[in-house]
């Protein structure tokens, strides 16, 4: 969770970074709005793309822990028929 909170920080400062520069860059006020508009939707499409890319690897680490917990029981099973089947014979 670090790792995403760090990102995300970073990502924040570089939108607001941008954002102020354009504020102050010597542009008219059109081609400024403009920019900002576009630096707001590269910044919601960056974020965006984190938050599926977080999202995947939590659902494949889901599924891996799933898939282990399965085979872990299948293992289980497997062992406690052997134990059976050798008290039985005795």
């Known amino acids: 969770m670090k790792n995403t909170h760090i990102a995300l920080g970073i990502a924040s400062g570089v939108a607001l970074g941008a954002v102020l ?16 508009t576009q630096k707001g939707n590269d910044f919601k499409d960056s974020i ?14 889901y599924d891996e822990l799933i898939s282990k917990a399965e085979k872990d029981s299948d293992n289980g099973n497997l062992n406690l028929k052997k134990e ?5 014979s005795k």
């Open 21 to 36: 520069g354009i504020l102050f860059a010597p542009h008219k006020g059109e081609k400024t709005r403009k920019k900002i």
């Open 48 to 61: 965006k793309d984190s938050i599926d890319t977080m999202t995947s690897s939590i659902g494949d680490k």
């Open 84 to 88: 059976k089947s050798k008290a039985n």
